[in-house]
C-alpha cells in the first residue's frame, strides 16, 4: 500500500513498510494513554519509514524550563535546568517550552523551504510534529488559545503569509483549541544570522510586541499556548509572553511550543 510522497526525501511512502517504525516511534513518545493518539498521527504524517525513522527527536531526558535535550548539554545538573535557564532570570515569564526536534544540520533547508514559500504540505507536515509535541508534554494543559509570534506587518507584506500562523491553523484543527492572534510586532528585528549573542538579541527584542487582541474577551486565569518555528535563546517568546501577560494579567500562564530546539 502506498499513501502519497515524503515531504523529506520525495521517495514513495510506503505504508507496510513504515509501520514497525511508526510503532517504535509512536512507543518512544508517548506513554500508555497518549499511544493511539500519537500512533495514529505518525501513521498520516507525510514521510517515508526511512526519515521517520531519523528524525532528530529530543530524548526523555529534557531541561524542564526550555525543552532542550540535555545529551546535548553535558553540563546539565543545576536542578533539572540547562546552564543557560539556571543562570538566566527565574521571573516565570514563559512557564515552559517544549519542543520536539533537535535543529540539526539536515532541519536547516526543509524549515527554509517552509519559510518562504508556505509549502501547504510542509504545513500538514509541521502542524502534525506540533500536535504531536502537544500530546507528548501537554497533553492535560486544557490551553484557553492558541496564538503566534508574529511578523512584522513589512515581513509579511514581503512574504505574503506568516508560517507561524499557517502551523497555527493546523494544529488548532488537530487539538481542537481556538487560535486567537493576540500581537502586534512594532519592531523589525535584524534577521537571527545577523544578530551576535545572546544579550544582543534580548535587546534587540525588548518592547518589540503590543497587544492586537482588540475584541478577545479577558478570561480570568487564561493558559496560552504561544506558537513559533524554533526556539533559539527564547528572548523572542519572552517578548511575546511578557507583552501577553502585561495585558491579561499576573494570573495568565504563558507556555511555549516550538518545532526546533
Ligand atoms: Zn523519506
Ligand atoms: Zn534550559
Same mark, same amino acid.
Given at each position: 500500500?502506498?499513501?502519497?510522497?515524503?515531504?523529506?526525501?520525495?521517495?514513495?511512502?510506503?505504508?507496510?513498510?513504515?509501520?514497525?517504525?511508526?510503532?517504535?516511534?509512536?512507543?518512544?513518545?508517548?506513554?500508555?494513554?497518549?499511544?493511539?493518539?500519537?500512533?495514529?498521527?505518525?501513521?498520516?504524517?507525510?514521510?517515508?519509514?526511512?526519515?521517520?525513522?531519523?528524525?532528530?527527536?529530543?530524548?526523555?531526558?529534557?531541561?524542564?524550563?526550555?525543552?532542550?535535550?540535555?545529551?546535548?548539554?553535558?553540563?546539565?545538573?543545576?536542578?533539572?535546568?540547562?546552564?543557560?535557564?539556571?543562570?538566566?532570570?527565574?521571573?516565570?515569564?514563559?512557564?515552559?517550552?517544549?519542543?520536539?526536534?533537535?535543529?540539526?544540520?539536515?532541519? /536547516?533547508? +526543509? !524549515?527554509?523551504?517552509?519559510? &518562504?514559500?508556505?509549502?501547504?504540505? @510542509?504545513?500538514?507536515?509541521?502542524? =502534525?510534529?506540533?500536535?504531536?509535541?502537544?500530546?507528548?508534554?501537554?497533553?492535560?494543559?486544557?490551553?484557553?488559545?492558541?496564538?503566534?509570534?508574529?511578523?512584522?506587518?513589512?515581513?509579511?507584506?514581503?512574504?505574503?503569509?506568516?508560517?507561524?500562523?499557517?502551523?497555527?491553523?493546523?494544529?488548532?484543527?488537530?487539538?481542537?483549541?481556538?487560535?486567537?492572534?493576540?500581537?502586534?510586532?512594532?519592531?523589525?528585528?535584524?534577521?537571527?544570522?545577523?544578530?551576535?549573542?545572546?544579550?544582543?538579541?534580548?535587546?534587540?527584542?525588548?518592547?518589540?510586541?503590543?497587544?492586537?487582541?482588540?475584541?478577545?474577551?479577558?478570561?480570568?486565569?487564561? /493558559?496560552? +499556548? !504561544?506558537?513559533?518555528?524554533? &526556539?533559539?535563546?527564547?528572548?523572542? @517568546?519572552?517578548?511575546?509572553?511578557? =507583552?501577553?501577560?502585561?495585558?491579561?494579567?499576573?494570573?495568565?500562564?504563558?507556555?511555549?511550543?516550538?518545532?526546533?530546539?
Amino acid at each position: 500500500m502506498i499513501s502519497g510522497m515524503c515531504v523529506r526525501c520525495g521517495g514513495r511512502i510506503a505504508a507496510l513498510q513504515k509501520e514497525s517504525v511508526v510503532r517504535e516511534k509512536a512507543r518512544q513518545l508517548s506513554d500508555q494513554a497518549s499511544y493511539p493518539v500519537i500512533y495514529r498521527m505518525l501513521k498520516g504524517i507525510v514521510l517515508c519509514g526511512v526519515c521517520l525513522d531519523a528524525l532528530p527527536l529530543i530524548g526523555h531526558d529534557i531541561c524542564r524550563q526550555c525543552g532542550r535535550d540535555r545529551e546535548l548539554q553535558a553540563s546539565i545538573g543545576n536542578e533539572g535546568l540547562c546552564r543557560d535557564c539556571f543562570h538566566g532570570e527565574d521571573d516565570q515569564i514563559l512557564v515552559a517550552n517544549r519542543s520536539l526536534l533537535r535543529y540539526e544540520k539536515g532541519e /536547516k533547508d +526543509l !524549515l527554509g523551504l517552509f519559510k &518562504y514559500r508556505g509549502d501547504e504540505r @510542509l504545513a500538514l507536515y509541521y502542524g =502534525t510534529l506540533l500536535a504531536i509535541t502537544v500530546q507528548r508534554y501537554y497533553r492535560s494543559m486544557g490551553f484557553t488559545w492558541i496564538t503566534m509570534v508574529p511578523l512584522h506587518p513589512q515581513r509579511l507584506r514581503e512574504r505574503g503569509f506568516n508560517q507561524v500562523d499557517l502551523l497555527a491553523g493546523h494544529l488548532g484543527a488537530a487539538i481542537k483549541i481556538p487560535v486567537k492572534p493576540l500581537l502586534l510586532r512594532t519592531k523589525d528585528t535584524p534577521k537571527l544570522s545577523k544578530q551576535k549573542g545572546r544579550a544582543a538579541r534580548h535587546e534587540s527584542m525588548r518592547e518589540a510586541f503590543v497587544w492586537d487582541g482588540q475584541d478577545v474577551p479577558v478570561p480570568s486565569a487564561a /493558559k496560552i +499556548l !504561544l506558537l513559533d518555528d524554533i &526556539y533559539t535563546t527564547g528572548s523572542t @517568546l519572552r517578548s511575546c509572553a511578557k =507583552t501577553i501577560r502585561e495585558h491579561l494579567g499576573p494570573s495568565c500562564e504563558v507556555y511555549s511550543l516550538t518545532i526546533y530546539r
